[in-house]
């Protein structure tokens, strides 16, 4: 660290403390979410969304104006993952070391997994050396069964099942653009996979109304689908699937979609098939709201799951939502190890 840095934040870190815990956000949630692990969407309250979501505006105005934020100094991250990533890998790593931590990477292939030690084993011992341990894994009960090894927070940066952090990122997107989440209509369409049974659950907890149109074979998870009508019931908001992707985005304030062949599956031409009358089309977006935008996890592919003047138009944010996950994964690290 350069010295004019160091002292800086030497200068300031107590100013910036008591700031952070002057956001009310941040002061509602830390006693809730402190050594908390986020496994799925359904570990998180109303408030606790929120709270996520506020603080993550926050640490985005810091690095905004350009102001240090080393809140977890001398905390570890540790990283595991069983697949390749681009936004959740960096986004958890460049976020702990801007929040004055470290963050280690090893590849799946990299630990003694690969000899025949065991995940509760592995997760024993990396609870040792680090703070918080974010893993992905092909599997969710591959997660369920590390995290009952682990002695620290446990974050999902994706399994099969859920995708709770991206889905988190998504609400801050549409908190910054539209000012309030409550009430906003998203609609998803296409494979009803971990993106979507993250969105379902949190747009839902967070009063959203969410409608989903997936064929048939590809439907998102019943049980699932049905959590998420109940949140929706308590906080105000609703949840609906249907077969049409025309009565999914009319008056959507955002038209959401994930890519028709998802990581880790095989290639499935009858699937391709099935998912193409779910395309997002430029005529699809002209029956959403006036003001709707287009939103997409990455990595997309132009053509297949949405039309290149849809991803590439001016009604596109996939590349704010892409830039906020930096900002969510903060809030995470934060509220729980800070």
Known sequence: MNTALAGYQAETSGNLAQSWIDNPAARAAAPGLQGRSVLSDLDLSRAEVDALVETALWLKGQRERGRAHPLLTGKTLGMIFQHPSTRTRNAFQAGMEQLGGHATFLGAHELQLTRGETLPDTAHILSR?????????????????????????????LTERFHPIEALSDLLTLRDRFGDIRGLRLAYLGDGNNVCHSLMLSGAAAGMHIAVASPIPFSPDATLV??????????????????SPEVAVANADAVYTDVHESMGQPDDPAKRSALAPFKVTSALMAQAAPQAVFMHCLPMRREQEVEAAVADGPQSIVFEQAANRLHMHKALLLLSLG
């Open 129 to 157: 050396y680090v703070d918080g341990i974010a893993a992905r894994f092909s599997h969710h009960h591959d997660l369920i069964t590390f995290m009952g090894g682990a002695t620290v927070p446990v974050f999902n940066a």
């Open 226 to 243: 049905e959590r998420a009508m109940e949140i929706a019931a308590q906080s105000g908001g609703s949840v609906v699937v249907t077969r």
